[in-house]
């Protein structure tokens, strides 16, 4: 009785262990890529000197990177080109994407010192914030000793006061809280040509409208109320216009998304318009001439427009480049003008 008992039990796992499935072998250990190594070759644009030669550069190394140690040459001066007369280089642009070999040469440019961009804008706010004071209070030595520290019997002029600060003052806050800057930097030249146009404009406005013998506009306060509306109308469109724009791009990134209109009315101009932010500039400041009737201001609103829609073009191109399925009925800055 035990021997069947025990015949049973072992035929049973036999049995057991035929139907067990094999276990699987082991993976043979993977061998490491092999990493190849770039050498990089540094030569200035102009001399064609032998700057710097790096040896086994890792290749997925970005342009951004720093390539001097020396502080005279920090990362935001420095421009990289493949050729003397070709294009520099993108920030983002990995060393082995490009069209090089694993001995590759690269042409140095010094852009320069640079100025942060919110520090640049904050500057030009600033400057006529503060100069169009200067004439609204009638400091000494603007006008005549007798109209010193005198305000103006007309209401448009302080109207026009209100609506300048409140201008300028809105830059500065959205420089502060709300721009998201896609060039870090720019050269600190060209900051002397950009606060001579902003701060002389505004001395040459702010000396005529506030001037003594100013003459209110041709249709007295219809046309004030009028202009004011359109003003006020267009600086929030361009509030609204910079807050959709923020909320596009994340902090930090440099990836381009297409703007589309947003639940809020005023972003629905983007469906007509690339650049809607020079559209309701554009406005700003058509409001405040047709307030003011002054011809400083019409003259500073002509060329602030030549200038805003050549940006605007530029920027409706390199959306037309970037993005194919970027809506073909959109104009750079006025619908279906221009």
Known sequence: MDALALEAKGAKSESAGASAPPKPRPKPPQKAKRI???????????????????????????????????????????????????????????????????????????????????????????????????????????????????????????IACVCHSFHYGKRILETLFVHRFSHGTMPFRNIFKNCSYYWCSAAWMAYYINHPLYTPPYYGESQVKAALGIFLFCQL????????????????????????????????IFALVSCPNYTYELGSWLGFTLMTQCVPVLFFTVVGFIQMTVWAKGKHRSY??????????????????L
């Open 36 to 158: 190849v190594y770039f050498e990089v070759e540094i030569l200035d644009i102009k001399t064609r000197e032998k700057l710097l030669l790096l040896d086994k550069v890792c290749p997925s190394i970005t342009c951004q990177a720093s390539i001097f140690t020396d502080a005279q040459w920090y990362p935001a001066r420095q421009s990289l080109c493949l050729d003397p007369k070709g294009k520099p280089l993108r920030d983002e642009d990995i060393l082995q994407e490009l069209p090089v070999g694993t001995t590759a040469t690269f042409y140095f440019r010094d852009l320069g010192a640079q100025i942060a961009w919110g520090t640049v804008f904050l500057i030009e706010c600033i400057g006529p914030l503060v100069i169009y004071l200067l004439f609204y209070f009638r400091l000494p030595l603007i006008y005549a000793p007798k109209y010193e520290f005198t305000a103006s019997r007309h209401l448009v002029v302080h």
């Open 237 to 268: 469109g361009s509030f609204s216009i910079h807050m959709a724009l923020r909320n596009l791009k994340l902090s930090g990134c440099k990836t381009k998304k297409i703007p589309y209109p947003t639940k809020n009315p005023f972003t629905w």
């Open 320 to 337: 037309l480049k970037e993005f194919k399925q970027y809506p073909t009925l959109r104009s750079p800055i006025l619908p279906f003008i």
